[in-house]
């Protein structure tokens, strides 16, 4: 298999731009997880899905990041506007069970907000 | 929802040394603890696991010992080596990660 997907690897944008990060999980894994990477703030969880359905979603930031899951074998992860705070690293994930089995991450996207 | 707590925060050993990592978590229905590392520029990925019916896991110079009791789990690595040096991050319940610890293993 080839891992997780994520697209684009690096993205640079002015503030106020939409942004769209791409996931794709490894085929069979019934969980798909957002995480969001920053030094201050460690690597924080956004949200996260099973079976395509969004589980808890209490670590989005704010309403201008929004996350959706059409079919087992694709997310994304929008932000709309983007801010200069909203730079990071964000990465996807995905495994066959939310506790109890590895989570395997993508590359990551790199985001930054000019 | 679940707090995991890690220390320290960074931690500095000479090769050869022992460096050992620590989290506590309040949520008792944990049953799952992962420590994940992520060198420079690159993706988090597992080392090591251990489920709560266990209470001590070994893999090479790698070791996980949980106390369920105490609600915390610590990740031990003898015989430091510089390829060692990374960012290691522990997970629980709802797989939130602790804060991570930046280890440096000096030659």
């Known amino acids: 298999d080839a891992g997780v997907i994520q697209s684009p690897r690096h993205e640079v944008t002015e503030m106020g731009q939409e942004v769209t990060l791409r996931c794709k999980p490894i085929?069979?894994?019934?969980?798909l997880f957002w995480y969001r990477q920053t030094m201050m703030r460690g690597l924080e969880l956004l949200i996260y899905?099973?079976?395509?359905?969004?589980?808890?979603d209490s670590g989005m930031p704010e309403d201008r990041f929004s996350a959706k899951m059409p079919n087992a074998s694709f997310s994304t992860l929008k932000i709309q506007p983007s801010e200069p705070r909203d730079s990071a690293v964000y990465f996807c994930?995905?495994?066959?069970?939310?506790?109890?089995?590895?989570?395997?991450f993508g590359e990551g996207s790199w985001l930054t907000v000019v | 929802g679940e707090n995991v707590e890690q220390h320290p925060s960074t931690l500095s050993v000479q090769e050869g040394d022992s460096a050992v990592i620590k989290c506590t978590y309040s949520?008792?229905?944990?049953?799952?603890f992962p420590w994940y590392k992520q060198e420079l520029g690159k993706r988090p990925q597992l080392i090591i696991d251990?489920?709560?019916?266990?209470g001590e896991k070994k893999d090479q110079r790698i070791a996980v010992t949980l106390n369920k009791t105490a609600k915390h789990f610590s990740l031990h690595i003898t015989e430091t080596q510089p390829e060692d040096s990374a960012v290691y991050f522990c997970?629980?319940?709802?797989?939130?990660f602790g804060a991570g610890t930046r280890l440096t293993v000096k030659p």
């Open positions: 899905f099973n079976n395509n359905v969004p589980i808890d």
């Open positions: 251990i489920r709560s019916n266990v």
């Open positions: 994930a995905s495994s066959l069970v939310a506790s109890g089995n590895t989570i395997y």
């Open positions: 949520d008792s229905a944990s049953n799952y």
């Open positions: 085929s069979g894994h019934d969980y």
């Open positions: 997970a629980a319940y709802d797989m939130r």
